[in-house]
């Protein structure tokens, strides 16, 4: 049997678990049958496995290489009762991981603490995407967190000049002081995953005529802080922007092959310096993305087929409505449903419907030509399952390790 391995970005394997491996075959099945959306033969009554939950459009930072900065502070929020509602309606139908990430800081929200209660009372995995500035609110509710739970800070540095200046605090907020929070949040939970995100900036990259200070030197020294702190992992990926109207995010854009190949090499020694100090203590993780450009596989991840089968297992909830990709949060042609969509019984099979019509009709091939997807090779994999004529019973189960964020 198949262990799933590098969980965190191992989706193929995700989807081959107990609890997920009939919705797999029923899609499947689904997709062979053309993707007929009738009464009798619509898309699987299943909700996503798991949702991306944006709890509030405020922030206290302004990154400039945010590629949600047009949502940012737009005075959005989801009301607690309707985020009760909408977990409730997709908890029973099958809903097993939230993550509390985008658009916003989540621990801004008034609500914050009742709403990650809500989730763990309902027995969901969760996972927090913060920028650390308010550690206290998390540190509150930090002991409802059970193992399979991570937070992770958003630090993208090593020193207080850069991480200043890649992240804007709109108050007094010190890189030393996010740091000693984190710490004290990991001795109040040993048992919740603590994870020191870094977005790696090269020289050159520019957003809005805006040069952005690159990082590159400091990948190491956030490792050793990273072990100085009681941190888990420290999850390196690489920068991405999003570009004209349609605001999709996009990998490497108009970067020529010789700066390209600059940027692997200098990546390669400083993970490779990072990894030496690392040891033992701190697990380095890649993104999907990450592994794509230093295995010279970027055009690859650009490269999707037509239809995106991780519509059906993914979805992001904000204030704005529900959208079918995280990379798509915010644009009009991946909106699948209204922010009240998944409230009640009848919204969920009504955004249900609109999200087989975006299944059939979404053109990914066009549409995220540019995007360095996360989700590539589980598309591809599914893709060439549902052409093959496999039985869906030939599908291998993982090694369950009932993970789903």
Known sequence: MEKLTEREHDFSSKLRQDATLQRLKDYIQWQRGGGINTQDRGLPIFSPISINLDLTSSCNFSC??????????????????????????????????VILIGGGEPTLHKDFGEIVRYIKDKGLQVGI?????????????????????????????????????????????????????????????????????FVIVWDGVEINGKRLPPNLDEMTRSVGLAREFSFDYVSFKPCLVRWNESQRETLLKNVGKTKE??????????????????????????SSNLKAVLTRETE???????????????T?????????????????????????????????????????QSIMAFDAEAECKDVGCFYNRTAWWLEEFICSRRDVHDLEKVENDNFFL
């Open 64 to 97: 400039p290489f945010c590629v949600d900065s047009k949502l940012i502070n737009a005075g959005k929020t989801l009301p607690l009762e309707d985020v009760k509602k909408t977990i409730h309606t997709l908890h029973s139908h099958g809903l097993l991981s």
């Open 316 to 356: 992001v909830v904000t204030p704005f409505g529900i959208f079918h990709c995280p990379a798509f949060r915010g644009v009009e042609v991946a909106r699948i449903g209204d922010p009240d969509g998944y409230l009640t019984e009848t919204k969920f099979k009504e955004t249900l419907n609109r999200a087989a």
């Open 129 to 197: 995407v913060t920028n650390g500035s308010r550690l206290e609110k998390i540190e509150a509710v930090v002991g409802q967190l059970k193992e399979k739970d991570w937070i992770r800070i958003s630090i993208d540095a090593a020193g207080e000049r850069v991480f200043k200046a890649l992240h804007q605090p709109k108050t007094q907020v010190r890189l030393g002081r996010i740091l000693e929070k984190a710490k004290k949040v990991k001795k109040k939970n040993p048992l919740v995953s603590l994870g020191y995100s």
């Open 300 to 314: 690859q991840i650009k490269r999707q087929p037509k239809r995106c089968h991780m519509q059906f297992f993914r």
């Open 261 to 286: 190949e600059e940027i692997i090499d200098q990546i390669k020694i400083h993970l490779q310096e990072a990894t030496q100090v690392a040891g033992d203590q701190v697990k380095i993780l890649e």
